[in-house]
């Protein structure tokens, strides 16, 4: 979900500034994305601060891997321990809960926010621990998709405007100058000094991405189920996709270009020939390279130990996470997740995965095809049920 405005908003401002004018139609709709869940995107802002967007992201994706839902009942539910494993401060998990406890005894009536206006929220908002005006300013705009929002802390903001007027310094002044200009779409406006601020930051490193640009390499191997994509990055296995399979070519991103002679994909090829003639051939000759978050790498490391013609479970793979991480317990739910996205299946072992019970769920190649292996390295399906 993007933040929503049209070309109203953007006539409107193209009429009131010449220079944004040319800004907005050499730039066109520009999409950001929003989370309209404001309790998670209070948790979210306060995991993001004062860590790197690459480390931000990073940890974001362990919470929603492990939480499965970010609200106040699964923070509250989820150990210190376990949320300082998953990268975050011992300062943000005191300001997280603090907030989840506040949600949970009705003490913050967070759904009664959308009734108030910007200035009010801000300053329910900054009376959270780890919530400053800037916070709740961003809050505004890429969660309650409040149109008027122009926040003068906003370095990017100020940036933007230093590069498009010529100014050398920004002066609180001078800001309410443009505020009162922009008004009352300076959150659109905002869009686009972002995006003037971040082309200019973007010019010195489009040279040498463009030398490094990832290009990726592709052949197709038919097997007795049908036919398979192998990608590789030129000497790793990045993945092996049934057609048709559920996040094909998930995180390939860039240019994927035929060829049949790399040295990867002939051992790759060789795997699958042992295997669908009934041999047991061995992962660790072949170079593997899954892309995904430290915790999906750290279930399909176990996936790749699971033998040949056996199974294991979900719940037991939340047993094998909780142990290393010396916690009690681990969602469920988040290993079926990780165990969905596994992006080279059959050769790391994802149809081995069942359900509580002996439940046959959950297979990204289809249920069918999840049969089809586990009767084909012998396993008595009969034990199981979908």
């Given at each position: 979900?993007?933040?929503?405005?049209?070309?109203?908003?953007?006539?409107?401002?193209?009429?009131?500034?010449?220079?944004?004018?040319?800004?907005?139609?050499?730039?066109g709709?520009?999409?950001?994305?929003?989370?309209?869940?404001?309790?998670?995107?209070?948790?979210?802002?306060?995991?993001?601060?004062?860590i790197?967007?690459?480390a931000?992201?990073?940890?974001?994706?362990?919470?929603?891997?492990?939480?499965?839902?970010?609200?106040?009942?699964?923070?509250?539910?989820?150990?210190?321990?376990t949320?300082k494993?998953?990268?975050?401060?011992?300062?943000?998990?005191?300001?997280?809960?603090?907030?989840?406890?506040?949600?949970?005894?009705?003490?913050?009536d967070?759904?009664?926010?959308?009734?108030?206006?910007?200035?009010?929220?801000?300053?329910?908002?900054?009376?959270?621990?780890?919530?400053?005006?800037?916070?709740?300013?961003?809050?505004?705009?890429?969660?309650?998709?409040?149109?008027?929002?122009?926040?003068?802390d906003?370095?990017g903001?100020?940036?933007?405007i230093?590069?498009?007027?010529?100014?050398k310094?920004?002066?609180?002044?001078?800001?309410?100058?443009?505020?009162?200009?922009?008004?009352?779409?300076?959150?659109?406006?905002?869009?686009?000094?972002?995006?003037?601020?971040?082309?200019?930051?973007?010019?010195?490193?489009?040279?040498?991405?463009q030398?490094?640009?990832?290009?990726?390499?592709?052949?197709q191997?038919?097997?007795?189920?049908?036919?398979?994509t192998l990608?590789?990055?030129?000497?790793?296995?990045?993945?092996?996709?049934?057609l048709?399979?559920?996040?094909?070519?998930?995180?390939i991103l860039?240019?994927?270009?035929?060829n049949?002679?790399?040295?990867?994909?002939?051992?790759?090829?060789?795997?699958?020939?042992?295997?669908?003639?009934?041999?047991?051939?061995?992962?660790?000759?072949?170079?593997?390279?899954?892309?995904?978050?430290?915790?999906?790498?750290?279930?399909?490391?176990?996936?790749?130990k699971?033998?040949?013609?056996?199974?294991?479970?979900?719940?037991?793979?939340?047993?094998?996470?909780?142990?290393?991480?010396?916690?009690?317990t681990?969602?469920?739910?988040?290993?079926?997740n990780?165990?969905?996205?596994?992006?080279?299946?059959?050769?790391?072992?994802?149809?081995?995965?069942?359900?509580?019970?002996g439940?046959?769920?959950?297979?990204?190649c289809?249920?069918?095809?999840?049969?089809?292996?586990?009767?084909?390295?012998?396993v008595?399906?009969?034990?199981?049920h979908?």
């Amino acid at each position: 979900m993007y933040f929503n405005y049209s070309e109203k908003e953007k006539e409107y401002l193209k009429n009131k500034d010449k220079r944004l004018c040319a800004i907005i139609e050499k730039t066109g709709h520009i999409k950001r994305e929003i989370d309209p869940d404001l309790f998670s995107a209070i948790v979210h802002q306060i995991v993001a601060q004062q860590i790197s967007t690459k480390a931000q992201a990073t940890i974001w994706q362990r919470l929603n891997d492990t939480l499965g839902k970010i609200n106040s009942q699964t923070i509250l539910k989820t150990s210190d321990e376990t949320l300082k494993s998953l990268g975050v401060s011992k300062r943000k998990i005191e300001y997280i809960k603090e907030l989840a406890k506040k949600v949970n005894d009705k003490e913050l009536d967070i759904q009664a926010l959308w009734q108030k206006t910007d200035e009010q929220v801000i300053s329910e908002l900054i009376k959270l621990r780890g919530i400053g005006v800037w916070t709740a300013q961003m809050l505004l705009i890429f969660c309650m998709q409040r149109k008027n929002v122009f926040s003068y802390d906003d370095l990017g903001i100020q940036k933007g405007i230093k590069i498009l007027y010529n100014h050398k310094k920004i002066t609180k002044e001078l800001f309410e100058k443009y505020k009162k200009r922009f008004s009352p779409y300076c959150s659109v406006a905002s869009l686009y000094f972002w995006a003037v601020s971040e082309a200019q930051t973007d010019k010195t490193k489009n040279t040498s991405a463009q030398k490094n640009k990832q290009k990726y390499y592709k052949t197709q191997y038919l097997s007795p189920l049908g036919e398979y994509t192998l990608v590789s990055d030129g000497k790793n296995l990045l993945g092996v996709w049934l057609l048709g399979q559920k996040y094909y070519l998930e995180g390939i991103l860039g240019e994927i270009v035929e060829n049949n002679e790399l040295e990867i994909f002939n051992k790759t090829k060789k795997w699958l020939d042992e295997y669908f003639n009934n041999k047991n051939p061995k992962i660790s000759e072949l170079k593997l390279n899954p892309k995904g978050s430290d915790f999906r790498q750290e279930v399909w490391k176990i996936l790749r130990k699971i033998p040949y013609g056996t199974t294991i479970s979900y719940g037991e793979i939340a047993k094998k996470i909780a142990n290393k991480k010396g916690v009690k317990t681990f969602c469920a739910q988040a290993i079926g997740n990780a165990v969905g996205h596994n992006p080279i299946s059959i050769i790391i072992p994802c149809h081995r995965v069942v359900g509580a019970k002996g439940s046959l769920c959950g297979y990204s190649c289809g249920i069918e095809n999840k049969i089809k292996l586990l009767k084909f390295e012998g396993v008595n399906i009969s034990n199981f049920h979908i």
